[in-house]
C-alpha cells in the first residue's frame, strides 16, 4: 500500500488487481467509506438503474437528453469496452486520464488513513471514484447504474434519490440474486425509496407483481411502461421510429438511432423517466432530439457496413438481439461469430442460436481472460445442432481475419455473446484502423 500511484496506467493496474486481494464488504462498512470520503456528490440529483438487461441503454438515453437541454450530468456504467474510462462519462466525455488519476488518489488516501482491514472490491473502489469525480465537475444529475443486482449494490448506499428505474428482468448472476424471476426482481427492486418515482416494464406478470408489492411496503411511487404505452413502430435501416404515451402527454413520436428493436423499450424507459422529473428546461423537441441523438457501443451497432456487434449475454438479451436480426432484410449470407464467459447459461443461449435458423454459418471463438468459456466446452454445446457451418478459431484476430475477408456483398455478419467480446473487437479493430 505504499505505492504513490504516479501514472494512470498504475491506477488502472492496481484497480485491476484488486479482487485478487479483497472479499465483498457489508453496506454497512460501504457506507461508512463513503462517509469517510464526505458523501461526493451528495447534491446532485441521483438517477439509479437496475435491471438485467438495458441498464447502461437506459443510463445512455437518460444522459443524452438531459445534456441536450443544456443540463450538466455524469454517468457511471459498467462494464467497459476497450478503457476502464468509458465507466465515467460526464456531459457525454468520458473524463481524462489526470482526473482518473486525481479520483483514484483521492480514494486510495483514504484507504490507507482509516488504516484498518476494508478496503474497497474492484467495483466499489470505481464507484467512490465516480461520485469524486462528479463532485469534482459539479454535474447537476448524476445517473447511476448498478453493478450486480441493486439491494446490495454498492451504489445503494446513496439514500437521497430522485427516481428510479427498474429495466428489463431476466436470468442473470443467479448464484447471488435468486433462481426465479420473482427473486430477481425483488433484489433489484432494493434501489427502491420511499416517495421516490420508479418506473419499470409491465410486460411480466410475476416480475410487475414483486415490484408493487415492494414499492407498496415502503411507499415508493410507481410508474409502469406498458405495451399499450408504445405503439406505431416502424422499423427502417437504421432507425427505429415509435410512440410513446407520456403521464402528462398524448403520444409523442420518437425516433431510435438502431435497428435494435430492444431500444424501443429502453428509449421509453428512459423517456417516461425523464418526464417525471418535471425539468421545465426539458422540451419536447429536446426529449426527442436526445434520444435520437443517443448512440450506445455494442448494442446493435454497426461497427463496419453490415457487421453488427451486439453485448448480449444471456437468453433474454440473445432472445431480443434473433427478433432484430429477424428483422434485418438479408440478401446473402447470414454468419454468427460468437463467444461467452463461462458463468453465463451458454448451452441455453446455444440451443437458441443454433435453432433460430437465421445463420449459414456459426463460428466460435475463445475469448480471453480467466473467466473465458473454453473452445472446447464452447464447441460441445452446439455440437448436437446441425442446419448451419460451424467453423471454430484459436484467436479472435483469426475469426475476424477470415469472417471480413470472406465477407460477400449481401452477407451480413452478426458478432454476439459478451460485452467482453465486444470490447475485445472494438480493441482490435482500433488497433487495425490505428497502425
Known sequence: MEETFETYGAAVNYINATPKFTTKNSMEDTARFWERLGYPAKNSKILHIAGTNGKGSVCAYLCSVLRNAGISCGMFTSPHLVSMRERF?????????????EAFRVVMGEVKR????????????????????????????????????????????????????????????????????????????????????????????????VIEACAAKIGAETFPVGKTAIKEIKIRHKTIDFS???????????????????????????????????????????????????????????????VYLDGAHNADGILAFLETVKRHTCIGRRVLLYSTVRDKQYSRVAALLA????????????????????????????????????????????????????????????????????GEVKALLRRFYND
Not at 92 to 99: H, I, L
Not at 151 to 158: P, S
Not at 396 to 412: F, Y
Open 89 to 101: 462519462v460526464i456531459n457525454g466525455n468520458m473524463v481524462s486520464e489526470e482526473d482518473f488519476l
Open 244 to 306: 410513446l404515451h407520456l403521464h402528462y402527454y398524448d403520444y409523442i413520436g420518437f425516433t431510435v438511432s438502431t435497428s435494435a428493436l430492444y431500444q424501443v423499450e429502453n428509449a421509453s424507459l428512459a423517456a417516461r423517466a425523464i418526464a417525471l422529473l418535471k425539468e421545465e428546461r426539458v422540451t419536447n423537441s429536446a426529449l426527442r432530439d436526445g434520444i435520437r441523438a443517443t448512440v450506445w457501443e455494442g448494442r446493435m451497432e454497426e461497427i463496419l457496413p453490415s
Open 355 to 422: 435453432q433460430s435458423g437465421l445463420f449459414d454459418e456459426i463460428c466460435l471463438v475463445p475469448l480471453q481472460g480467466e473467466r473465458a468459456l473454453p473452445l472446447t466446452e464452447l464447441t460441445d454445446s452446439f455440437r448436437q445442432y446441425t442446419g448451419f457451418d460451424r467453423k471454430t478459431f484459436e484467436t479472435l484476430g483469426a475469426a475476424l481475419s477470415e469472417l471480413l475477408t470472406h465477407k460477400n456483398d449481401g452477407d451480413e455478419v452478426y458478432i454476439v455473446g459478451s460485452l467482453y467480446l465486444a
Open 114 to 209: 482509516l488504516a484498518t482491514a476494508y478496503h474497497p472490491t474492484f467495483f466499489e473502489l470505481l464507484f467512490f471514484m465516480a461520485m469524486v469525480l462528479f463532485e469534482k465537475h459539479g454535474v447537476e444529475y448524476v445517473v447511476l447504474e448498478t453493478g450486480l443486482g441493486g439491494r446490495l449494490d454498492a451504489t445503494n448506499v446513496v439514500e437521497e434519490k430522485k427516481l428510479c428505474v427498474i429495466t428489463s428482468i431476466g436470468y442473470d448472476h443467479m448464484e447471488y440474486l435468486g433462481d426465479t424471476l420473482p427473486l430477481i426482481a425483488g433484489e433489484k427492486a432494493g434501489i427502491m425509496r420511499p416517495g421516490v418515482p420508479v418506473v419499470y416494464p409491465d410486460r411480466q406478470e410475476d416480475v410487475t407483481r
